[in-house]
């Protein structure tokens, strides 16, 4: 996965498996604000052929959940 090196405003971008279901993946991904998110991420080429190349593995529409960070490591609150 290489959101952190070439997308402009990826800070984090981790890939966790379901330790109680094989077939579920969760994608754990933090940008400095919206745009990063919408034009360096879902605009990029590479984006667009991994959502090709998955999409039939998926079992309906993937859930997304937006948060707003309140403390974070980074910013040195904890």
Request: charged share 30%.
């Amino acid at each position: 996965v290489g959101s952190n090196n070439d997308e402009p405003g990826c800070l984090q971008f981790d890939v966790h498996a379901d330790p109680n279901d094989e077939n579920t993946v969760y994608l754990y991904e933090v940008y400095e604000n919206r745009d990063a998110w919408e034009t360096a991420h879902r605009a990029a080429p590479h984006y667009t052929k991994w959502r090709e190349t998955v999409s039939p593995w998926f079992d309906g529409d993937p859930t997304r959940v937006e948060l707003n960070p309140i403390f974070t490591k980074d910013k040195g609150q904890i």
